[in-house]
């Protein structure tokens, strides 16, 4: 307003104020001259005091007023809003606070007593928290379950399981529970020895990690094995005897002097090389050289 002033005072121009305000030329102008006509209360925005084009109509507003007590009394905005879709009522919690506050029907909650400060539990498993979520995960995919979530208080670590109800007997397998347990190492190959028996693990579960890992085995009422490895489970399978070294095979070594036969390429090539062969006489015995000499003397 104090660059509006001015302009009107003469000390500054349209261009100057119209920068000064971070406005166009064309929007200062348009600003310049509601100030003229009308001073200060031109510059109020033309829209104040009117109803919003989007506002809820009367109708609505009634059936939201009216629904709110009865199904999402207890709810606060936020969680209302997402119940209120099941009667065909779209809005979001700030809609529904102002609209809640004009029929003077929103009143703040109080908060619950102040509670002092306490350190966290000092080892792993000494306090866990735990609570379900009874809303369908899947969308439809599946049937209904609850995800139970558990929160260790001193590492702040999470594990989250589905079950079919929030209850004991869904969260907890008691055939797995009353049972023989007992921790068995792995080995190399992947076996374990379980009272003079050898269970190989699948390929499917078996990984380099599990060598020299120790697993936990439960042998139900019924005698079936259950094997598992950080609340796992692992498929495996029974072996008939223990598992033997692999043999090695030796190295075949040929020491035997191979000898080309007689049409090898390389004897072919060396006789050419050489030229036909040459057929000598035979010698004369040395006795008939000596009767002849003999002879002639």
């Not at 004991?168 to 397998?173: P, Y």
């Not at 035997?256 to 004897?267: E, L, V």
Request: aromatic fraction near 4%.
């Amino acid at each position: 307003m104090e660059s509006l002033s001015r302009v009107r005072r003469g000390e500054w121009t349209v261009v100057a104020a119209s920068e000064r305000m971070g406005l166009s030329l064309r929007q200062g102008r348009r600003m310049c001259k509601r100030f003229k006509e009308s001073g200060d209360g031109g510059l109020v925005h033309r829209l104040r005091g009117r109803v919003s084009n989007r506002r809820l109509s009367q109708d609505i507003g009634d059936r939201i007023v009216k629904r709110h007590p009865e199904c999402s009394a207890d709810f606060g905005p936020t969680l209302a809003c997402e119940k209120l879709p099941e009667e065909d009522l779209l809005l979001s919690p700030n809609t529904l606070t102002s609209l809640l506050k004009e029929r003077g029907l929103w009143q703040r909650r109080r908060r619950g007593r102040r509670r002092s400060h306490r350190e966290r539990r000092a080892s792993f498993g000494a306090m866990l928290q735990m609570d379900g979520s009874p809303h369908d995960g899947f969308e439809g995919r599946a049937e209904k379950c609850v995800l139970r979530v558990l929160i260790d208080e001193a590492t702040r670590r999470t594990y989250g399981r589905f079950y079919p109800a929030e209850t004991t007997e869904a969260g907890v397998r008691l055939e797995e529970v009353l049972c023989v347990q007992e921790q068995r190492g792995v080995g190399q190959d992947g076996c374990m020895r379980w009272r003079n028996r050898w269970l190989q693990i699948d390929a499917e579960h078996a990984s380099p990690r599990l060598a020299g890992r120790r697993v936990m085995v439960k042998q139900l009422a019924g005698g079936a094995l259950v094997v598992e490895h950080q609340g796992q489970r692992l498929s495996v399978q029974a072996l008939g005897a223990r598992p033997g070294p692999a043999r090695e095979k030796k190295a075949i070594v040929n020491n035997r002097h191979w000898k080309p036969p007689a049409d090898h390429p390389w004897k072919k090539a060396a006789a050419r090389r050489a030229g036909p062969r040459v057929s000598l006489a035979p010698a004369a015995p040395t006795r008939d050289l000596h009767a002849g000499q003999r002879k002639a003397g």
